[in-house]
């Protein structure tokens, strides 16, 4: 048994975010809701987008939507200008981004910074949880995280928020 319900019909509304265009998924009985990326809060009533059935629907539906935002996107005007050299990807790969750290294979303070550095340019605010997510990635380990993040909070790089959030004020 691998925990999920067997008959996930519950509706969900997937929705872009007005101010960055992040995809998300909300249910259509919900008051509001927070865009994880940019912070903004919608009406949940004054949204409109795709009504999908099920949890685990909607959520590949996100995922779908989202891989079709990042294609190469083509910059014409009207009139035939385009712009004359491609705009460089932005780093987005957290694993990349940890590859910088110092010659010393023991210290990951320089990787967590980069880590906090990329997750800051995505998101407004984020879970404690996606911090230990994206550090396991990069490889660090588990207990280094927490030192890590308490060494980040005493320094005032990581601000704590209500509910396991944290802002990351670098």
Not at 2 to 27: I, N, R, W
Not at 69 to 77: A, D, N, Y
Request: hydrophobic share 35%.
């Amino acid at each position: 048994m691998t925990g999920f319900p067997k008959k996930d019909q519950a509706p969900y509304l997937v929705f872009a975010c007005s101010k960055c265009g992040q995809y998300s998924f909300v249910k259509p009985t919900q008051k509001n809701k927070k865009c994880m990326r940019c912070g903004r809060t919608h009406n949940v009533s004054t949204l409109s987008g795709e009504i999908i059935k099920g949890v685990f629907a909607a959520r590949e539906a996100v995922v779908q939507k989202q891989h079709q935002l990042k294609g190469t996107p083509q910059f014409i005007s009207n009139n035939g200008f385009e712009l004359a050299a491609p705009i460089p990807p932005k780093e987005s790969n957290v694993r990349e981004a940890s590859l910088k750290k110092s010659q010393d294979p023991d210290d990951y303070s320089l990787a967590f910074r980069n880590i906090l550095g990329v997750i800051r340019k995505e998101f407004a605010r984020c879970p404690g949880y996606f911090i230990l997510y994206w550090a396991e990635e990069a490889r660090i380990p588990a207990k280094e995280v927490q030192f890590l993040m308490r060494n980040a909070v005493r320094q005032k790089i990581l601000q704590p928020q209500k509910e396991g959030y944290f802002k990351i004020l670098i």
